[in-house]
């Protein structure tokens, strides 16, 4: 073999090794970045010998070109579906083991038939065709004759193996089984994508059935798809084992994701017990499941069996209660969370969903609510799977109340916050609307709180969870400013609060009393400002009172402060009940040096985003910016429409080109200078105030 394909077909084999260990068995053996190596080897080498790709390289997993429509396909064995069985609790199982006790013609005295029980998953049936252990061809279920060609994008779930894990594969081998979204798969989806205000999946199941009818096989790609076999379609050039037990297990050694929640044993006692187990275990799983199946094991009794029009006598599902049911939205209220986050919460009439009776659901926030367009009086769908939440899925449209109920609009609905009464806003880029009494309102007190005491803020050691916990909870303590009016006495009464310990606390309040600007900045847990922030803060107005008087335009000449930044500490200090307790610590003598600051608000710059590029004849690149920040401007490092001026040295390249492509100003050190000094002038006559 040549040197080049030889390694190649290593590099695969060891990747999909990896793969297989961490998507299907859940334990890595390498690390992210080992495994990116060889991934990243593999793309090298493929590219450059493109006559070396095949079909089953992991690389070909990512996604190739949108279709305009999925292609037919003929099942050559037709995708059955199974009978439900209706019959609650274990009547179900006795019943379908009666009837096929019957068919088989067996008599009391003859023994158990050998069941096998599997879980019901609840995605999207699919046909895997493997031929010579290559997959060829995937399809969904369609009519159970005719299905869909989605090879494409079942390439891209990455427990399905592209290869099968044998010596001697079979000529043909059809594995059919169901494309499903484990539950925190799902999650963890729709966090990031509210997160980046894209559309959420609306459950497991349609995810996973719409991940697979997607045109585009990228976009598909993203969606975290898993795969669990559960049979046979179309098999050529391999003796099947004898039991569907078997199988399965014969595909587990494959490669093949088989889920290890089944059972095999005699009679309906076996699948009984099976129905309790799981039914008493469902909201744990990871996934989703709709129910169990049960299966006749032996494969030649399955033959014997056969079927009655489109459903096989061997099989039968058994269901669980539904985790979906209707009902109305009697009302929108909203909770406030610890970091002051509005939650809208659907008030909604009674109902019996996922095994509890269900009263409110989460709605998000105003952005889930718009999209899903949720209004008081409407009919919903209503999901509780696990121990999540239960959530709104969508509303029934055609069910809607007329005429039209109103939007929902959290801002018009909840202008102050139900906890405080301080305002409530919603800042640029985010999904939350919050209460800004962050220091006042009782659902932020005990955040606020820690982190007012931690190390980094006002480091009042000795203040910690379960001690701000107790303050908070017995009414000693409602804002900061109270923690310096505690006593001895106060202290001694609450629990694992011994004298010596109440006093080091007394002593650590006392202490941090003398602190930074930078730190009570900081400690004040304003939204959005760290303790970075807080630094640049402190530093550019040298005092509180300029940093609380300050306007929008003065906060965006502080370095590194942008539009989102500067309305959150305008928001903050808009909130009377804020200034409130920043004055009642002041009066409780926290104190800082002040300066006068840098002042540069009103520097000639102010305002302006300067980019240096090249070498400058006499100022080096920290001199150059460090200059133009104290003129109030910005030094950002790429050019784009938004750049002022660009300053150009001695081999200057990119930058520069790209200045002159956008007729941006270009200036050389003289030029930067010249301006300088306009400022030093203007801020003579503005420091003279
Ligand atoms: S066996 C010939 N086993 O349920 C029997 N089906 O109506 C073929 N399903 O859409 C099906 N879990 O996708 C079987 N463990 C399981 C299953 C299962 C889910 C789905 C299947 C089909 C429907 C059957």
Known sequence: MPVDLARVTALRREIERHNHAYYVLDAPIVTDAEYDRLFRDLQALEAEHP??????????????????????????????????????EASGARAFDARVRRELGLGESDPPVEYSAELKFDGLAISLRYEHGMLVQAATRGDGETGEEVTQNIRTVHTIPLRLDTESPPAVLEVRGEVFIRRDDFERYNAKQREAGKPTLVNPRNGAAGSIRQLDPQLAAQRPLSFFAYGLGEVQGWPQPATHSATLDALEKMGVPVCAERTTGPGAATLVAFHDDIAARRDRLPFDIDGVVY??????????????????RWAVAHKFPAQEQLTTVLGIEVQV?????????????????????????????????????VRVGDTVIVRRAGDVIPEVVSVVMER??????????????????????????????????????????????KQALLHFAGRRAMDIEGLGDKLVDQLVDRGL???????????????????????KSAANLLQAVESSKATTLARFIFSLGIRNVGETTAKDLAKHFGSLDRLIGAAEADLLAVRDVGPIVAQSILQFFAEPHNLEVVSKLR??????????????????????????????????????????????????????????????????????????ELGVAILDEAGLLTLLAANNNNEQHVLDF
């Open 51 to 88: 006559e070396l790709v095949t079909p089953d390289s992991p690389t070909q997993r990512v996604g190739g070109k949108p279709l305009d429509a999925f292609p037919k396909i003929r099942h050559a064995v037709p995708m059955l579906s199974i009978r439900t069985e209706t019959d609650t």
């Open 295 to 312: 299966k006749v094991d032996r494969v030649d009794l399955q033959r014997e069996l056969g079927f009655v029009t489109r459903e096989p």
């Open 337 to 373: 969370g610890r970091t002051g986050a509005l939650t809208p919460v659907a008030r909604l009439a009674p109902v019996f969903v996922g095994g509890v009776t269900v009263t409110n659901a989460t709605l998000h926030n105003q952005d889930e609510i718009d999209r899903k367009d």
């Open 400 to 445: 809607r109340l007329q005429p039209e109920p109103s939007r929902f609009d959290i801002l018009q609905a909840y202008p102050v916050c139900p906890e405080c009464g301080s305002h409530v806003v919603r800042l640029e880029g985010e999904a939350a609307a919050r209460c800004t009494g962050g220091l006042y309102c009782p659902a932020q007190r």
């Open 477 to 499: 303590v409602r804002t900061p400013a109270d923690v310096y009016g505690l006593s001895l006495d106060a202290l001694a009464g609450l629990d694992r609060m011994a004298e």
């Open 587 to 660: 009066a409780a003598a926290v104190h800082w040096p002040e300066s006068t600051g840098v002042q540069q608000s009103t520097g000639i710059l102010a305002g302006k985003t300067l980019v240096l590029t090249g070498a400058l004849p006499t100022l080096t690149r920290d001199a150059a910016k460090d200059l133009i920040e104290a003129a109030g401007g910005k030094v950002a490092g790429s050019v784009s429409k938004k750049t002022d001026y660009v300053v150009a040295g001695e081999e200057a390249g990119s930058k520069l080109v790209k200045a002159q």
